[in-house]
């Protein structure tokens, strides 16, 4: 304990004070006239012992009484933590976590509200010349500034919760950026946050010792969460009037089991489908919905939990778009494939025309979801320029080899593309062993992957070596060769068969897989566009394959929402961005700038980041920052400006002293009032 007036200690001398009033101090006597004296001797010795006792009660009262009050002018503190103290004036950063997760509730209210009162507690713990930053997850450009208190407090109270998130790695880097870049060196950071798990991370971070770092966790009430994570369709087929399925992922984040729960699913805001489930603490579930929609179009789906009180997580917005048909075109040299005029006349869906491959109708390529090029022969440059044009633009092409003599028939178009080389025709028997079933064409071709599959047998083939281009095997031989490559062609593909589609070469046309493979190639061109993307992840938006013009301006908008969109070209496609400034969930139509054409609907969904609900401890916040210059305000007893007062000056004790003092001239009070009067006089006897 140290004094900031040390001199005031000699008013100590000023206890002989009392200590000399109580030796001198001339005592009274009243009379009291007795009948009978029997009993004078017991009297007077009991009022004695009484007597000295309250003297000396007294003299210790007001000793003590003076003491404290000697103390208390003295001013006497526990000296400050801090190494050392500077003069001048302070930078300060106080980060205000503002992400969905702080609408929890605790026991004054929701944890943004708590956490703009702790900003405003630090705010008046510094002099009105230091100088303070707001952070916000938003990192907005008004972030990088430096205020007064006043216009501090100002933007304090204009701060709400918004979508996006940052992690604490994020926040140290930035505060470091921004306060290091004002030459100051007394720097100060404030973290305020619930410290999600999600936010702070398991990594150790290291921080620039320049800068005094404080944290403040909130606490929060346990948290039960249920919240849709995600959804996919079972089947990549979207036909006009049959039903679709939907695979609707649920999670439950809390510690409590939730029974009797519901999902619904509006297409254009018309429910369709609404499915119940029960769902233990801590599970991860997937519900199957299934519905039918007669029209076709882009559609826009929605669906909707009821859970309380995170509630942005409750809904999950996607987009989908129902063709009236699907049209291949099958190319060939001599006649068209038995097998496959077969397989796509079942399907009224799936729209076939023929052409000879010296009769194609160049102009209507584009028109087409798949190309498949059977037997074919002498492929000439003009046909092979216009194929090529076909894949940059977004389409796909199947090739299936011929023999001519031990030639595939491909060799020209294998040049130009630089796909597999067809090799060496092999006559040996061999089956397919490999489907590579996490590829977006092969994912659920089959409903149990485990299960012994009757696989195609194998009669003879070509072996396809490397081209020009790098291949993804998707079907292999149980040699290791490959049986079916895919390759990236612009913004198209070309799907590469090792056999033809005949007896002769295999059983691929009569296996369980053929269907599912060939089908899943005419729709793939259909179903590569994301169901929907997640607010504040840097997303490159995919355009529909009819957005074709780079040198047109796109913007996205939603209600009085409008932003207008970058063109990114990339590997020759082009891509847009909204560079993060989308903010709320939902649809948004892409719209071209000068026709003012709606092109299609996208859907946003806020980051499921924030769905977490475990919380960091102390000490797990001291195992991420070890360094000790590293403060955690995690005892919120006294208000935030008091505890850094004493952080930085020290603990003043002058309060206790002066309550000390009153103690003891209350005790001084009552014992001079309340004593007995007989044990205040002594007793005179008169007869």
């Avoid at 178009?413 to 630089?418: A, K, P, W, Y």
């Avoid at 490999?434 to 195609?456: A, M, R």
């Avoid at 990236?488 to 005949?502: C, E, L, P, R, T």
Wanted: aromatic fraction near 12%; glycine fraction near 4%.
């Amino acid at each position: 304990m140290q004094f900031v007036y040390p001199a005031f200690i000699f008013g100590l001398f000023a206890i002989i004070i009392p200590v000399i009033i109580h030796l001198f101090n001339f005592r009274r006597y009243r009379k009291v006239v007795f009948t009978n004296v029997k009993f004078l001797k017991e009297v007077k010795q009991q009022s004695q012992k009484q007597r000295n006792l309250k003297h000396l009660l007294v003299l210790f009262s007001r000793i003590l009484a003076l003491t404290s009050l000697v103390l208390a002018f003295a001013q006497p503190y526990i000296p400050s933590e801090k190494p050392n103290t500077t003069t001048g004036q302070k930078n300060i950063s106080i980060y205000v976590d503002n992400s969905f997760s702080m609408n929890a509730v605790y026991e004054k209210g929701p944890l943004i509200e708590t956490a703009k009162t702790k900003a405003r507690e630090i705010a008046s713990a510094f002099s009105e010349s230091d100088r303070f930053q707001l952070l916000t997850n938003q990192f907005k450009g008004s972030n990088d500034r430096f205020y007064s208190k006043e216009e501090f407090l100002q933007k304090l109270d204009e701060t709400e919760v918004e979508s996006g998130s940052k992690t604490l790695e994020n926040i140290i880097s930035k505060q470091n950026n921004s306060l290091l870049n004002n030459n100051s060196a007394n720097n100060y950071s404030f973290i305020i946050s619930d410290f999600q798990k999600s936010f702070s991370g398991n990594k150790i971070l290291q921080v620039n010792n320049a800068i005094e770092f404080n944290l403040v966790p909130l606490k929060n009430n346990s948290v039960n969460n249920i919240l849709i994570d995600s959804v996919w369709f079972m089947s990549p087929v979207f036909q006009p009037g049959q039903v679709l399925n939907i695979a609707v992922r649920i999670k439950n984040k809390g510690i409590q089991n939730l029974e009797g729960g519901t999902v619904a699913l509006k297409i254009n805001n018309v429910q369709k489908s609404i499915s119940g489930f029960d769902i233990a603490a801590g599970e991860t579930k997937n519900i199957s919905m299934g519905f039918s929609v007669n029209n076709p179009g882009i559609k826009n789906a929605e669906l909707k939990i009821t859970d309380y009180p995170i509630t942005f997580d409750d809904t999950y917005f996607f987009t989908f778009k129902i063709h009236n048909e699907v049209k291949i075109l099958e190319i060939f040299s001599q006649a068209a494939n038995n097998y496959i005029r077969k397989l796509f006349d079942t399907e009224p869906y799936f729209r076939l025309t023929t052409s000879n491959i010296n009769q194609i109708d160049f102009s209507s390529l584009a028109n087409y979801d798949l190309i498949i090029i059977s037997s074919a022969q002498n492929i000439s440059s003009g046909t092979i320029d216009e194929l090529k044009k076909y894949l940059n633009n977004g389409g796909n092409i199947a090739i299936f080899p011929s023999d001519n003599n031990g030639k595939s028939g491909f060799e020209d178009f294998i040049q130009e593309t630089g796909t597999g080389i067809f090799g060496e025709l092999k006559t040996e028997k061999t089956e397919v062993s490999f489907i590579d079933f996490s590829n977006e064409l092969l994912k659920n071709i089959v409903q149990n992957q485990n299960q012994n599959l009757d696989l195609p047998k194998i009669v003879k083939y070509y072996k396809i070596n490397q081209g020009n281009l790098p291949g993804l095997t998707l079907l292999k031989l149980r040699n290791g060769d490959v049986f079916l490559n895919t390759y990236k062609i612009g913004k198209g593909q070309v799907f590469q068969f090792a056999v033809n589609i005949d007896q002769e070469w295999s059983n691929f046309q009569t296996n369980q897989i053929f269907l599912p493979v060939i089908f899943r190639m005419a729709l793939f061109k259909k179903s590569l566009l994301p169901l929907c993307y997640t607010i504040k992840e840097n997303n490159l938006l995919i355009p529909s394959s009819d957005i074709k013009n780079t040198g047109f301006q796109y913007v996205l908008k939603k209600g009085k929402f409008e932003v207008l969109l970058e063109n990114i070209i990339k590997n020759n496609e082009l891509y847009l961005t909204e560079n993060n400034q989308v903010n709320t969930s939902g649809f948004y139509d892409l719209i071209e700038k000068n026709s003012k054409n709606t092109m299609q609907t996208l859907a946003f969904n806020y980051n499921r980041i924030e769905s977490e609900t475990e919380l960091s401890t102390p000490n797990d916040l001291k195992n991420i920052l070890p360094s000790k210059n590293i403060k955690i305000f995690d005892k919120t007893d006294l208000p935030l400006n008091t505890l850094i007062k004493q952080y930085e000056n020290g603990k003043p004790l002058w309060r206790i002293f002066i309550y000390f003092a009153l103690l003891f001239i209350a005790i001084e009070i009552i014992l001079l009032r309340f004593w007995k009067k007989t044990s205040q006089a002594e007793v005179q006897v008169q007869y």
